[in-house]
């Protein structure tokens, strides 16, 4: 793709990418938001913040963020953890691959480093569950490589300051990669994380996917479209029913009155959450008012998940339910304990069977210019 027509040249212009560097990072200086992983510089810290940030939201990552590294304060930490324990703590975050291959990566970097991240993008490819952009952010933002970093804020930012057409599926590979070509242009190279993280926070922030607020916006002088791009159509959510047990009864064991819960551990061979203990699922999702406990809708990836809880006795549990894995009563004060799937966590912490995952750890404030 030529740059003739572009608002951002650096070819012809090249004064019109160093201003839009600057009015960037002293947009970003001021108005960055207040998040945890921003001020560390610790490598390990940025990894794993990087890990949690894909496919996840900022304010569910504050949390878990905080929890795991309160609980795995150092890759030796990680990597010597049982890996039941790490996906306990990624648990309600999804996608547990990321945590499966965080937790193989830390061992590899023991094993082969010496236990210290390796400083360039290239090299941290080469580990489990790293692919081109994790590699390029970490690669920039812990260790100052000037290497641009392109996730779809960026994409989003940079059609509309170029006017591009808004990425379909068809046009995905082309365009990215001028996209990647002009960041890695544009970036300066005093301060490249700053830039590929002031380019990420201007796409979630300023230059949202609905509504873009320009009016706002640092680089709105250098902008074809100020408002006007046509923004590609959101696919449409699938949708489906479906039903979980919640099986509760007292134990005299360790005293009396306690609470066990019945959960089952899905097999390793799954190739969705194996390994992850969830509540057992109801044959009928049709659920009988007086035995519904709650309704909750539970999204994974593009499907939307309309969840029927239902109160289940200990004697019913075997007509009810259709096993998936190995069940146990799993005492109330272990639960915090194992890697539950997010529908688990979710459904007992709404039945104050478990604790909100922030009791306990300080979150700071989330501040939005
Ligand atoms: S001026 Fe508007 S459309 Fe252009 S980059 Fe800024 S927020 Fe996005």
């Known amino acids: 793709?030529?740059?003739?027509?572009?608002?951002?040249?650096?070819?012809?212009?090249?004064?019109?990418?160093?201003?839009?560097?600057?009015?960037?990072?002293?947009?970003?200086?001021?108005?960055?938001?207040?998040?945890?992983?921003?001020?560390?510089?610790?490598?390990?810290?940025?990894?794993?913040?990087?890990?949690?940030?894909?496919?996840?939201?900022?304010?569910?990552?504050?949390?878990?963020?905080?929890?795991?590294?309160?609980?795995?304060?150092?890759?030796?930490?990680?990597?010597?953890?049982?890996?039941?324990?790490?996906?306990?703590?990624?648990?309600?975050?999804?996608?547990?691959?990321?945590?499966?291959?965080?937790?193989?990566?830390?061992?590899?970097?023991?094993?082969?480093?010496?236990?210290?991240?390796?400083?360039?993008?290239?090299?941290?490819?080469?580990?489990?569950?790293?692919?081109?952009?994790?590699?390029?952010?970490?690669?920039?933002?812990?260790?100052?490589?000037?290497?641009?970093?392109?996730?779809?804020?960026?994409?989003?930012?940079?059609?509309?300051?170029q006017d591009w057409p808004a990425i379909t599926r068809s046009s995905a590979s082309r365009l990215r990669r001028s996209i990647t070509t002009l960041v890695d242009r544009i970036i300066p190279a005093s301060r490249p994380g700053d830039f590929n993280q002031a380019l990420m926070e201007l796409g979630a922030t300023v230059c949202t996917p609905r509504s873009p607020q320009c009016i706002i916006c640092p680089v709105a002088v250098d902008c074809s479209t100020r408002g006007e791009h046509q923004t590609a159509p959101r696919p449409a959510m699938l949708s489906t029913e479906f039903g979980c047990a919640l099986a509760v009864r007292t134990s005299s064991y360790p005293g009396p009155h306690h609470l066990e819960i019945l959960l089952e551990q899905r097999p390793d061979t799954r190739s969705v959450m194996p390994g992850l203990w969830q509540l057992p699922t109801l044959t009928d999702p049709t659920v009988p008012e007086a035995s519904l406990r709650m309704t909750l809708r539970h999204a994974i990836m593009r499907v939307n998940y309309y969840v029927r809880v239902r109160t289940v006795l200990a004697e019913e549990v075997d007509s009810l339910t259709r096993p998936q894995g190995e069940r146990r009563w799993v005492p109330q004060a272990e639960i915090t304990s194992l890697a539950l799937t997010g529908l688990t966590r979710k459904v007992l912490t709404r039945a104050h069977l478990m604790r909100p995952p922030l009791e306990g750890i300080q979150v700071p404030a989330l501040t939005v210019p």
Request: hydrophobic fraction near 50%; glycine fraction near 6%.
């Open 1 to 161: 793709m030529a740059y003739s027509w572009l608002m951002i040249d650096p070819e012809k212009d090249p004064e019109s990418a160093a201003r839009f560097g600057r009015m960037l990072l002293d947009w970003y200086d001021a108005h960055q938001r207040d998040l945890p992983w921003r001020s560390s510089r610790d490598p390990y810290a940025i990894w794993v913040s990087e890990i949690m940030l894909q496919q996840t939201r900022v304010a569910v990552v504050i949390e878990r963020y905080l929890q795991f590294l309160d609980r795995f304060p150092s890759l030796l930490a990680l990597a010597l953890a049982p890996e039941q324990d790490v996906l306990a703590l990624w648990s309600g975050l999804g996608y547990y691959r990321r945590a499966r291959m965080l937790h193989k990566a830390a061992q590899y970097v023991v094993e082969h480093y010496n236990g210290a991240l390796p400083a360039t993008a290239d090299q941290l490819r080469l580990l489990p569950g790293i692919g081109a952009y994790t590699a390029a952010a970490i690669a920039s933002i812990a260790f100052g490589q000037v290497i641009g970093v392109v996730d779809g804020n960026v994409e989003r930012v940079f059609c509309r300051v």
